[in-house]
């Protein structure tokens, strides 16, 4: 049978090629005789793919030298606790701008582990276009870059009043789509299963001068500069996880890096939003051009009680997971670094045919 195209928010699409080599390593690992699933992560076999794939990271995202490359079991909600208990001092506080679903997870768990302030506020449908103030005792300004269940991302920083502060930001969901410029960063992370790998493990790009900031109550898995001094490895790690995003760190280099991985995200993107634009009076997408996601486009029907009827007519014609986040309903597309333009050329075509069929004068 033939693969579809699976538009789900996460985990998604992997290459063919990137899941016929685990499959084959599941079987076999390289000729070795066990399974990746048995592979001792403190063995060379292992030692390879945990350098190989540190040395991608740092080659496609040009990560300066004074910056840690960690990779930490647990998944993206698990950094929600981690980053204010590694990066809030004492007597500080951490700053949260809220755009959506994720940052506001995310400020309501620095709540209950340390010191939080909220410093902006949106509805999901905006992003900050003041310079928010950032008070004295904010030890950083953290920010989620691209919001997967509300559809917005940043094309830059948040503009805040102080040049000093350093920022923090869960790029879960555009991770390896763009550059990053990492000048004003204290770190950076992502879970790896949106354009990287599978879930089950974030990699967190932090600043050295930033770890050994956690106090000593913090427990030694939460703890950063504990996975720095034990290149990672300081329980048995999700080796599967680390091959596929090493995997997946070849794919994306192969396909001409993140500059090439952000040309195509315009070019999906552009094409979905064109599509509903065409056709405002069916598809309503109700966020503003400039704060439209590459990564996630977040729309929905003007007769919402035909969503059941589009998902199942797309699923039918290999088009899969297309309903929107349960907490907010509507349709999603999410069109992360696997995704082929072919695959968006086919949902478009769709989309027209839907229209047509069920729309106004039908």
Not at 137 to 162: I, K
Not at 185 to 194: E, R
Request: proline share 4%; with cysteine; glycine share 8%.
């Amino acid at each position: 049978m033939a693969r579809g195209y699976n538009f789900a928010a996460g985990p998604s699409m992997l290459p063919e090629t990137v899941i016929q080599q685990v499959q084959t390593a599941v079987a076999d690992y390289e000729g070795q005789g066990y399974s990746i699933l048995e592979m001792m992560h403190r063995k060379p076999a292992f030692e390879a793919v945990l350098l190989e794939l540190k040395s991608r990271v740092k080659s496609l995202l040009n990560v300066p030298d004074d910056f840690e490359i960690l990779f930490c079991p647990g998944g993206g909600k698990m950094q929600f606790a981690m980053v204010p208990l590694n990066l809030v001092t004492q007597g500080c506080r951490g700053g949260y701008v809220v755009t959506g679903t994720w940052s506001r997870m995310a400020s309501e768990e620095a709540r209950r582990v340390a010191r939080e302030v909220t410093l902006w506020a949106g509805d999901g449908c905006e992003l900050p276009t003041n310079v928010i103030r950032v008070p004295n005792d904010v030890d950083y300004v953290y920010f989620c870059d691209n919001e997967t269940v509300d559809g917005t991302e940043f094309t830059g920083l948040p503009m805040v009043d102080n040049d000093e502060v350093r920022f923090v930001s869960d790029m879960s969901s555009n991770f390896m789509s763009r550059p990053i410029d990492f000048t004003r960063y204290a770190a950076i992370w992502a879970g790896v299963q949106k354009n990287f790998g599978t879930a089950g493990l974030a990699c967190v790009i932090v600043r050295r001068d930033m770890l050994g900031c956690a106090a000593e109550i913090v427990p030694s898995m939460l703890d950063w500069s504990v996975y720095a001094k034990n290149n990672s490895l300081q329980n048995t790690p999700p080796v599967l996880q680390f091959y596929t995003a090493m995997l997946m760190a070849r794919w994306v280099d192969e396909q001409g890096g993140v500059e090439e991985m952000d040309r195509r995200a315009k070019a999906r993107s552009d094409m979905l939003y064109g599509a509903i634009d065409d056709m405002s009076d069916f598809y309503v997408c109700k966020l503003a051009p400039g704060v439209r996601s590459r990564m996630n486009v977040v729309f929905n029907l003007a007769d919402e009680s035909l969503i059941p009827t589009f998902v199942a007519e797309a699923a039918a014609q290999g088009m899969t997971n297309l309903a929107g986040h349960r907490s907010v309903g509507g349709l999603r597309a999410s069109l992360y670094n696997v995704m082929p333009m072919e695959g968006v050329e086919k949902l478009t075509a769709f989309m027209r045919d839907f229209a047509g069929r069920y729309g106004k004068g039908r």
